[in-house]
């Protein structure tokens, strides 16, 4: 016979799931988000602020290696780290000529994605913006994606590569025709606000019509002032000015869609930021010691992938451990003071950390460095601005967390969390079972019911 704290459990995982029928959750990234942005009145993300006020917030968001955007956001929708998700960089390792693609297709994704579960449930999801989104699973997307110039001096074509791959078939019209108005190339120039107004534009209108359990939006410009600035500048601020008035207006489309009271927000980042002075390129040193040659086909021993504050040691036979040592002398015999502007992370540590199972080791730049896959001129140059990628073990490039809304407690404050984290808050939110082995975990202290859904 069933006792009676037995049985109010299982009351309680009723309420739960029944809850979770009628939720929905909106998930905004803001590309390069770091936690000062809404802990910090002086940078005026007032309804930033005020969502933190009413739910919960952490301290800071470690990321994952590289501390990079594609494999973040897939981090984020997994519960899992790029060793086991697939994603492992921005753009695949191009060892002859780099042609520009990045990690556009959903399909590359190796484990199942929130969207994946919400579609074995039945529930309506959206997507804009997001990265690795080109074939998506879910019901409405815009991805992020573009053609790449067909010759030289022509510029990438976002435009015509979202009207011809945006899904449902003729969802791209139709959104310019109930929503933005016509759009034009320039319109998806990253050098402009507007970008980041258009994206939201396009999410409260799939809000207001479909009223999905799910909805991801990546917010951009941020991320690239950041990157012409640094951690600080007027673009940066004015960036977050526009960021802050889209979640403004997505929160009040969940009004008018009537689903308000329904919704969680979670609004979160992929990465923080550091200021840059120099760039490193080991392929340089590669080049001289005749283990690498671009544009020679398969003519090459060994390759640095660079991503940001790191850069990652492909060799064209794995088990060739004769390069690997020779690399390795290579580095060492660079002057002291030089060897200072980097660690090597061996493929233990990479392991650890969850990174590309196909590199050899890595180099985790200082800060104040980045690397260049460039094979020609000095191994040390000149940089400015600002980047990420770094080995997530620093403050400075931590991202950050936002929560409130159904399910979520105010007040609430983790200290510290990671990225595949966001992934159970969401599962949970929406009754979704996700696999026990996931990096990622449920944080209670988050929700307002102690009753959390069991992953299995």
């Known amino acids: 016979m069933m006792t009676r704290n037995a049985m109010i459990f299982v009351l309680m995982m009723l309420a739960a799931a029944a809850g979770a029928q009628n939720s929905h959750v909106i998930l905004i990234s803001v590309d390069g988000l770091r936690p000062e942005f809404y802990k910090d009145p002086s940078w005026e993300m007032v309804n930033l602020r005020q969502g933190l006020q009413k739910g919960a917030h952490s301290d800071g968001v470690n990321g994952v290696f590289p501390s990079v955007t594609y494999p973040s956001h897939t981090a984020m929708i997994t519960g899992q780290k790029p060793l086991k998700h697939g994603i492992y960089y921005n753009t695949p390792v191009e060892t002859d000529s780099i042609t520009g693609k990045w990690y556009w297709d959903y399909k590359g994704i190796k484990v199942p994605t929130v969207f994946d579960l919400a579609k ?38 976002m435009l015509k590569a979202l009207e011809e791959n945006a899904t449902p078939k003729g969802l791209f019209a139709e959104i310019q025709q109930q929503a933005t108005g016509k759009l034009e190339p320039i319109d998806f120039n990253g050098d402009y606000y507007g970008i980041d107004d258009i994206n939201a534009q396009m999410a409260c209108y799939l809000i207001r019509k479909h009223k999905p359990a799910l909805l991801s939006l990546h917010l951009v410009t941020v991320d690239h002032f950041e990157h012409e600035q640094g951690r600080d500048g007027d673009k940066v601020r004015t960036s977050l000015t526009v960021v802050d008035g889209a979640l403004r207006k997505i929160v009040e489309a969940t009004k008018k869609a009537g689903i308000y009271e329904q919704t969680t927000f979670i609004i979160t980042g992929d990465h923080g930021f550091v200021n840059i002075h120099n760039a490193l390129a080991p392929n340089v040193l590669l080049r001289k010691a005749g283990l690498y040659a671009p544009n020679s086909g398969d003519n090459w021993k060994a390759y640095f992938h660079a991503s940001g504050g790191a850069t990652f040691l492909h060799l064209k036979n794995p088990a060739d451990k004769a390069t690997l040592e020779k690399v390795k002398s290579l580095l060492a015999q660079l002057p002291a003071e030089q060897q200072q502007f980097f660690k090597i992370k061996t493929r233990q540590q990479l392991d650890a950390i969850g990174a590309d199972p196909n590199a050899a080791l890595a180099l985790a730049a200082e800060k104040g460095y980045t690397f260049s896959s460039d094979s020609k001129g000095e191994f040390i140059r000149s940089a400015k601005g600002g980047t990420h990628g770094y080995f997530p073990d620093f403050k400075e490039i931590q991202t950050g967390f936002v929560a409130f809304g159904k399910g979520i407690r105010k007040g609430a404050v983790v200290p510290e969390m990671n990225l595949t984290d966001i992934a159970p808050l969401i599962a949970h939110l929406l009754g979704l079972q996700m696999d026990a082995g996931i990096d990622g975990k449920l944080h209670p202290q988050l929700l307002n019911s102690a009753v959390s859904i069991t992953a299995k």
């Not at 999801?125 to 990265?131: D, E, G, K, L």
């Not at 573009?146 to 022509?154: C, R, S």
């Open 120 to 157: 074995q449930k039945g529930l309506v999801t959206a997507s804009v913006f997001w990265p690795v989104t080109l074939n998506s699973a879910a019901d409405y997307v815009v991805p992020e994606y573009w053609y790449l110039p067909k010759k030289k001096g022509e510029e990438r074509n």
